[in-house]
């Protein structure tokens, strides 16, 4: 790295003096572990946008940049380490997939964290009879996400965000999403699970698609500590929009 020229003391009380070797080239590995540990969190990509598969986007957040990897045999071993800690892949679902396998980006192999956005449409007005949407998509779901997380060997992380089609007869889907949700909080490295209604519009000539402009309202949540997804009632309409 470039010599800066400024005599800074660091932590250990080196300055950048005596980090710059002979031949005016900076000692990158002389500097304190926490602080190559500092450079190597800065040199994270934030987002980084996969090629879509069968419907569904892949997003990677603070991922490890491939050129980073080839300076030499440490850098390359100090870098993936902390990119280890901190790597995410979003997988975001726009009621588009029908749980075709997914191919993980070689990027994000080694992620330990795995966020997923799953948009549930239900057109049916009769949940008197099994016919609410949200329950098959809600199996198909699970069957890929634990088949993904099986794949992903380091994973101690996911979190699942789920879009209900805010219609008249959401109730009944959030009923039927209840008394299904093993399927989900039986995953072994969930963190979290977040139901949220948002709008979905329907076109005239049956074309429709999800309005995640606007706000989204927060109505089921599970955590760790929860035995059961719990509606959350009266709580203001969440910000949070996906990656
Ligand atoms: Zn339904």
Same mark, same amino acid.
């Given at each position: 790295m470039a010599r800066s020229g400024i005599s800074r003391p660091s932590p250990d009380g080196k300055t950048t003096e005596s980090l710059v070797k002979q031949g005016g080239v900076f000692d990158f590995f002389n500097l304190p572990r926490e602080l190559r540990d500092q450079i190597y969190a800065d040199c994270l990509q934030f987002k980084v946008k996969f090629e879509s598969q069968h419907g569904v986007r892949l997003r990677g957040r603070r991922v490890a940049q491939g050129s980073l990897l080839q300076i030499n045999h440490q850098f390359r071993h100090e870098y993936l380490e902390r990119a280890e800690k901190e790597t995410c892949l979003v997988i975001v679902d726009r009621d588009h997939f029908h749980g075709e396998a997914l191919e993980l980006p070689t990027p994000v192999k080694y992620a330990r964290k795995l966020e997923l956005h799953l948009a549930l449409a239900c057109d049916s007005p009769d949940h008197?009879? =099994? +016919?609410?949407?949200?329950?098959?998509?809600? +199996?198909?779901? +699970?069957?890929?996400?634990? =088949?993904?997380? =099986?794949?992903?060997?380091?994973?101690?992380?996911i979190s699942i965000k789920v879009l209900l089609d805010n219609h008249p007869f959401v109730r009944d889907c959030g009923k039927r999403l209840l008394s299904e949700q093993h399927r989900f909080t039986n995953l072994e490295a969930l963190t979290s699970v977040e139901v949220y209604h948002c709008d979905f519009y329907q076109g005239d000539n049956g074309t429709g698609a999800w309005n995640f402009q606007r706000s989204r309202k927060l109505v089921m949540q599970w955590s760790p500590g929860k035995s059961e997804l719990q509606r959350v009632e009266g709580v203001a309409a969440a910000k949070e929009r996906e990656c």
């Open positions: 008197v009879i =099994d +016919r609410c949407k949200v329950v098959q998509e809600v +199996r198909m779901h +699970r069957k890929w996400i634990g =088949d993904l997380a =099986d794949r992903m060997k380091h994973l101690n992380s």
